[in-house]
């Protein structure tokens, strides 16, 4: 379990992003940050994965925590299984070596996450969403029970999306607790069992997905007029976010 306890960061020339937040990521549970950007959202996840010292509070973990970053290019060029394999690192001993079954274990990943053709790629010669899906796979391949992940579907296409988010429903049903970031609300409606909504340093809302994840909450969030509608798909009902683009106001007929 991961678990986040009144923690608050700040930035000196910008003062606090965010104080007093406090959750909990328990196994075989989706939590998933929601907010504008330059809310701290990043920053939030970072201090969560021990990246990054918050200023106050405490993060506290029972056991090792997977990361997956928004994918930013690279400077080294190494190939994309070598990247995977990068996630075995606990596996491997002080002074030892990547394993057969560390390799095994990255190109496994990879094929789940559909990657497998790309191993033999330079990283830097990769697609954003490649890059993107990569990282995802190194995350996998580290066997972590927790996994924290800024913005995993940057750059992807819809189908890729789906996919990451079919993936991660899996791992969440075989007792993965997962901590993620996002600028789709209809990716928490997907995945979420909890929300955090960051408005602001001192508006920051956790709870629920039921109880967070309103019109109301939403359209105060992102400042524009939203509505949630319900469709039917093929394994039952589900929900989509709709936001009136332009005018910012959306026909209530």
């Given at each position: 379990?991961?678990e986040l306890?009144?923690?608050?960061?700040?930035y000196?020339?910008?003062?606090?992003l965010?104080?007093?937040?406090?959750?909990a990521?328990?196994p075989?549970?989706?939590?998933?940050?929601?907010?504008p950007?330059?809310r701290?959202?990043?920053?939030?996840?970072?201090?969560?994965?021990?990246l990054l010292?918050?200023?106050?509070?405490t993060v506290?973990?029972?056991?090792p925590?997977g990361?997956?970053?928004?994918?930013r290019?690279?400077?080294?060029?190494?190939?994309?299984?070598?990247?995977?394999?990068?996630?075995?690192?606990?596996?491997?001993?002080?002074?030892?070596?990547?394993?057969?079954?560390?390799?095994?274990?990255?190109?496994?990943?990879?094929?789940?996450?559909?990657?497998?053709?790309?191993?033999?790629?330079q990283?830097?010669t990769?697609?954003?969403?490649?890059?993107q899906?990569v990282?995802?796979?190194?995350a996998?391949?580290?066997?972590?029970?927790?996994?924290?992940?800024?913005?995993?579907?940057?750059?992807?296409?819809?189908?890729?999306?789906?996919?990451?988010?079919s993936?991660?429903r899996?791992?969440?049903?075989?007792?993965?607790?997962?901590?993620?970031?996002?600028?789709?609300?209809?990716?928490?409606?997907?995945?979420?069992?909890?929300v955090v909504?960051m408005?602001?340093?001192e508006?920051?809302?956790?709870g629920?997905?039921?109880?967070?994840?309103t019109?109301?909450?939403?359209?105060?969030?992102?400042?524009i007029?939203?509505?949630?509608v319900?469709?039917r798909a093929?394994?039952g009902?589900?929900?989509?976010?709709?936001t009136?683009?332009?005018s910012?106001?959306?026909?209530?007929?």
């Amino acid at each position: 379990m991961l678990e986040l306890t009144d923690l608050g960061h700040r930035y000196q020339e910008t003062g606090w992003l965010f104080r007093h937040v406090t959750l909990a990521v328990r196994p075989g549970s989706v939590t998933v940050v929601l907010g504008p950007n330059g809310r701290g959202k990043t920053t939030l996840v970072r201090c969560a994965a021990g990246l990054l010292n918050p200023e106050e509070g405490t993060v506290s973990h029972d056991g090792p925590i997977g990361f997956v970053p928004q994918a930013r290019g690279g400077a080294f060029a190494y190939r994309a299984v070598d990247m995977v394999v990068m996630g075995r690192v606990r596996q491997v001993s002080l002074f030892g070596t990547p394993s057969r079954d560390d390799r095994v274990a990255a190109l496994d990943a990879m094929d789940r996450i559909g990657v497998k053709h790309l191993a033999e790629r330079q990283f830097p010669t990769l697609s954003g969403g490649e890059q993107q899906l990569v990282l995802v796979a190194r995350a996998i391949a580290s066997e972590s029970p927790v996994l924290v992940l800024d913005e995993p579907t940057t750059g992807l296409d819809l189908h890729n999306q789906a996919q990451i988010l079919s993936l991660l429903r899996k791992l969440v049903a075989d007792g993965l607790g997962v901590l993620l970031t996002t600028h789709h609300p209809d990716h928490a409606l997907f995945l979420a069992d909890s929300v955090v909504l960051m408005g602001g340093p001192e508006d920051v809302a956790y709870g629920s997905a039921a109880e967070l994840l309103t019109e109301e909450a939403l359209s105060r969030l992102y400042d524009i007029d939203v509505r949630i509608v319900t469709y039917r798909a093929d394994d039952g009902e589900r929900q989509a976010v709709v936001t009136g683009y332009g005018s910012g106001e959306l026909d209530r007929r």
